[in-house]
């Protein structure tokens, strides 16, 4: 037969209660670093599909230089600094033109014209596939 004296019940429930605040404080810890990592401000698989026209006209412009800026957060520094991948394309016979990221926060466009015309674009993504017009003055 075990008996116990009140001052070691005590002891054994402080050392429980310890034990048991430790484990679920480290089980909320790593809840919310999972939480926390799984946040992202970049969009993932983005695509843009963009059309340039000339304003004097109305009329599409084929073979026009695009430049595409994206912008995405890179997460692996402490500052979340922003990196920028660019890519120049052209514009197709229906002066379209489009572009695919896995992932991306932002984008800027620059849309060149042979004749020295050119026009910006700018837009932060509200999700992962994104239109837009382009119309040069």
Not at 42 to 68: H, M, P, S, W
């Amino acid at each position: 037969m075990v008996i116990f004296n009140l001052k070691q019940v005590q002891q054994l429930i402080l050392q429980l209660q310890t034990m048991w605040r430790g484990t679920i404080s480290k089980v909320i810890n790593i809840i919310l670093l999972a939480v926390l990592t799984s946040c992202s401000p970049n969009y993932r698989n983005v695509e843009l599909i963009g059309t340039v026209f000339d304003e004097a006209n109305g009329k599409i412009v084929q073979n026009a230089q695009v430049k595409v800026v994206w912008w995405t957060y890179d997460m692996s520094t402490a500052a979340w600094e922003s990196r920028k991948t660019e890519e120049v394309l052209y514009t197709n016979t229906r002066g379209e033109f489009s572009s695919k990221i896995d992932k991306a926060q932002s984008f800027d466009v620059e849309v060149f014209l042979s004749d020295g015309r050119t026009s910006e674009y700018a837009e932060n993504l509200t999700n992962n596939k994104t239109s837009i017009r382009i119309t040069i003055q």
